[in-house]
């Protein structure tokens, strides 16, 4: 209590993340691959490209790469963009 005899509000607040299983993280990885192969096939490339840079939680890129060979046809596509040096 104050020297005015009022209280002073007292709060406290907690905030967490919550904890998300490796199971959802690797469902919602794999669906954001399959999302970037279907952009690939429309020729929409230049959306999917980022996915492919170094991050700290790499699944979504691997699993990407991994379907790579079943999207890219002809495999050429992915050629010139490696070898046009485009970030």
């Known amino acids: 209590m104050s020297e005015t005899g009022v209280e ?3 709060t406290t607040s907690v905030w967490h993340r919550p904890l ?4 959802v993280k690797d469902r919602l ?5 399959n999302a970037a ?21 790499p699944r979504t890129r691997s699993y990407l790469i991994h379907r790579l060979v079943d999207a890219l ?3 050429r596509r992915l050629r ?8």
């Open 8 to 10: 002073s509000p007292l």
């Open 73 to 75: 046809d002809p495999p």
């Open 20 to 23: 998300v299983l490796e199971e």
């Open 29 to 33: 990885a794999r669906r954001q691959a």
């Open 37 to 57: 192969v279907a952009l690939l096939r429309l020729g929409r490339e230049q959306r999917v490209w980022p996915i492919l840079q170094h991050c700290p939680d």
């Open 80 to 87: 010139c963009r490696l070898h046009s040096g485009k970030e």
